[in-house]
């Protein structure tokens, strides 16, 4: 390359570092809609430089934010790119320290919206186009549950030939991560039976709801497998009379007092969540909960019943994304970078979001490496940032059709 061309993208990689500290001082935590709206302005003035159509369209009666913004050819088989614009905390006035900005969501993740517009002003430098079908979609509430982000993921990701989170990366020893593998995850629900007794008068008379549900999660957490194997975390449980369980709201003066501790507990509600690589590990973690459920209940002579709830699907490290991993690697080794893959991620986010992740190529992961996340000392590595803003180059230039 040419020292014009060099020097262009030195410049492109320094103005994305700028644009990440402009963006880290606007607050836009969950739920400030004008804090919401001035970054996904801000973000959308730099994409419509390269040509993008940009849209801010309102997500809901609450008028949160959603920004999209699209290349020509999008269509409706888009190269689709996710990220989000809200923060867990509002900002606080960004700092330097040495190799890191300190600021509110410099890592999680307005480094990784940042770090798109400097790969297209990096392609501008080297006067490569981004693909024709490139399409941004920016959610205002992924730090909140998402129920803004998931029916739009699913909307825009349902039939999009690949998809790329921005989230951020992790630092490991001698390299980065991206990530190619989240686990699902599905919640489930205990609710036990038993029979009221006077625990003086007649205790063996009675049936302990709260025994038989405490029996029963720890078999349950038991379940649990180190090593990509799956988890289940008892996460409540409650018992006590049905009057006390069922009415907690208006009952829970019981608690601390001696009123009805001579009572054999006859009802109990335990909460959790069960979390699993794959579909077929899901599908077998539940249905081993469910059996110990009919056979502690037969043991304590206690009712048990078992309910799933909301589910989310897993990523499966070696499915539809897996060639696309490992063109990344090896466009990072070509830079001297050593990508270490994730195949184990266990927070839900954007690709559990599509209604068949196994579908869909799927590259997580691919914003900067940092600390402190949803801290007041969350930081990014600016080395890692300039990094990441070459590689996504590297690879946007790759995808091109």
Partial sequence: MSEATLAAIDGAVASAGELLGEL???????????????????????????????AIEVADDTAQPLLLAASEE????????????????PASIPRHDGERLVATGALDMKGGLAMLVGALDVLAARDEAPPGDLLLLAVPDEEVGGEIAQPAV???????????????????????????????????TLTATGRAAHSGLAYWQGRSALTAAADWSLRAAALSRADGGPTVNVAR??????????????????????????VVPDRALAEGEARYLSSAAGREVVAALAALAREVGAAHEVELAFATG???????????????VARLVALAAARGLRLEIETDRGGISFPNYLSDPSRVPVLDG???????????????????????????????AELRR
């Fill in 24 to 54: 880290c001082a606007i607050s836009s935590e969950s739920g400030n809609v004008a804090g919401l709206r001035r970054v996904a302005e801000r973000l959308g003035a730099e994409l419509e430089r390269h040509g993008l159509a940009v």
């Fill in 366 to 396: 691919l914003g900067p490496v940092g600390g402190g996340m949803h801290t007041r000392e969350e930081w990014v590595d600016l080395g890692s940032f300039r990094r990441r803003v070459l590689l996504l180059a590297d690879l946007l």
């Fill in 310 to 324: 909301t589910a989310w699907p897993p990523v499966d490290p070696g499915g539809a994304g897996s060639a696309l």
């Fill in 154 to 188: 699913r909307r825009w990701g349902e039939r999009a030939r690949a998809v790329l989170v921005l989230e951020p990366g992790e630092g490991r020893a001698g390299g980065e991560t991206i990530v190619a593998g989240r686990r699902g995850l599905t919640e489930w």
């Fill in 237 to 262: 449980l409650l018992a006590g009379s049905a009057g006390f369980v069922d009415a907690l709201a208006t009952q829970h003066d019981l608690l601390g007092s001696s009123r009805q501790r001579n």
């Fill in 74 to 89: 999008a269509g409706d088989q888009p190269l689709l790119l996710l990220g989000h614009l809200d923060t867990v905390l």
